[in-house]
């Protein structure tokens, strides 16, 4: 029986009680974009679970549908102790229910940000598990993509759980070079192959991420982080953060063997598992492969139609990539970057393959076929554009300036200095058409 008429009998506030199904819903955990996360209680066991409730139109809105439908498939996959356990997958017409293993600790993001950074011997034990549930990940052809602090739970028992598996990758995803294109992760912990848009391994990729995090809970911050995404990217491709002295040899050599910039000579899992400084106290985790727990699928959560269709042909969603997740708010499609244009908006940056010259050249041949007069000083384009007859009203003023992060790629910045939104926002769309920018990459600055 699908959910929706269990729905209409048990979704009833009884004594200000909301159930679903088996479970009785309670205080909220967390909200974001997507929809929220409340505590809930399985009414036969009184067992606690996470309920994550995702509205199907937010989905269909973001363009996010098949990313929670990988995030479900891969879930399904994995029953390892450090890893967060899906139970159930419930939905209704309009929503999808997520029933998945309550980590009562919450984020180690929140753990570091307010008790600071971990003993050499905690921070230690932490990372053991990480690579444990990561590893395990591995074996089953699965690549988290997305690791960092805050997809990282904290058990009741002070155990670690992996989450968030959205942005995972499958086998099916390697193509015939053997290896992942999609351009994807959070930028403090993304690995430099992933940015140099080449393809990458997702394993080695993901070591990468496992070292960044293993750094802030030794250390209390990040090994690689500035406001302006080109100095960041130019960290991230130089690989060496700065060590502090105070860590433990063990410690030290552990995230130099890392973060180290060539995934060919970077650490791997086996490596890591025969360090001296991991394995001191090191009980490995039993995999829960032989648990017959049965996952209940309802498959009415893989309906979108009911809030989807108009009798149009729906496209494909295309894969979100994380940087267009941060915040959802930073990344934006050039069509709404300004319908209410404040000072955040008046500069943004877009990666690029092309060469710095080619660049440069595109962009003045773009300006200069709207009507821009157009000067070029020490690498940096300006361009400004007076109507005939008029003074003030319909100028506009740009600055253009290309970063090199890799010999492979670039950051190009353009800045308003005065003058038409629509006119600038007109610019930005012809270029993002003529350089061949995808919708969504472009980053919208938030400094002020």
Not at 214 to 239: C, E, M, S
């Amino acid at each position: 029986m699908g959910i929706e008429r269990t729905e209409e009998k048990n979704n009833k506030k009884k004594k200000g009680i909301l159930q679903l199904g088996n479970y009785e819903l309670g205080r909220n955990l967390g909200e974001g974009n997507f929809g929220k996360v409340k505590l809930a209680k399985n009414l036969h066991s009184g067992l606690p679970f996470a309920v994550k409730i995702l509205e199907k139109s937010r989905l269909i809105q973001l363009n996010i549908a098949d990313q929670i439908k990988r995030e479900i498939a891969t879930l399904k996959l994995l029953k390892h102790p450090n890893v967060v356990r899906l139970h159930e997958l419930l939905a209704s017409k309009t929503k999808i229910y997520m029933v998945l293993e309550y980590a009562t600790g919450g984020e180690l993001f929140v753990r570091i940000a307010s008790k600071g950074k971990l003993s050499d011997a905690d921070g230690r034990h932490f990372f053991q598990q990480l690579i444990d549930g990561v590893s395990y990940c591995h074996n089953k052809g699965i690549f988290h993509r997305d690791l960092k602090l805050e997809n990282v739970l904290i058990d009741a028992k002070g155990n670690i759980k992996i989450s968030d598996f959205g942005l995972s990758a499958l086998p099916q995803h390697i193509r015939e070079d053997g290896l992942l294109h999609t351009t994807c992760g959070s930028p403090n912990y993304v690995a430099p192959e992933i940015l140099a848009n080449r393809g990458y391994d997702g394993a080695t990729s993901d070591i990468w991420s496992c070292g960044v995090i293993l750094y802030v809970i030794l250390t209390g911050y990040l090994p690689f982080d500035d406001r302006n995404l080109a100095v960041l990217y130019q960290k991230i491709f130089k690989g060496d953060p700065p060590i502090p002295k105070w860590l433990s040899p063990g410690a030290r050599n552990m995230i130099r063997r890392i973060l180290d910039p060539n995934p060919e000579t970077r650490i791997t899992m086996a490596g890591i598992k025969e360090d001296g400084w991991f394995k001191q106290d090191y009980t490995p985790a039993i995999p829960d492969d032989d648990d017959d727990e049965d996952i209940y699928i309802d498959d009415e959560a893989f309906s979108m139609c009911e809030v989807g269709c108009d009798g149009r042909s729906q496209e494909s969603p295309s894969f979100i990539n994380a940087f267009q997740l941060i915040g959802m708010s930073s990344c934006l499609d050039l069509s709404g970057f300004f319908e209410k244009e404040d000072v955040s908006e008046r500069k943004i940056r877009f990666t690029s393959n092309l060469s710095g010259n080619d660049l440069l050249a595109r962009i003045q041949d773009t300006v200069t076929e709207m009507g821009f007069r157009v000067q070029m000083r020490n690498g940096k384009l300006k361009a400004t554009q007076e109507p005939r007859g008029q003074k003030r009203l319909g100028s506009l003023s740009v600055a253009a300036e290309v970063f090199e992060i890799s010999p492979s790629l670039y950051v190009v910045e353009l800045r308003k200095s005065h003058g038409d939104p629509t006119i600038y926002r007109q610019l930005c769309t012809k270029l993002a058409n003529d350089l061949g920018i995808p919708q969504g990459h472009a980053l919208v600055s938030t400094e002020a």
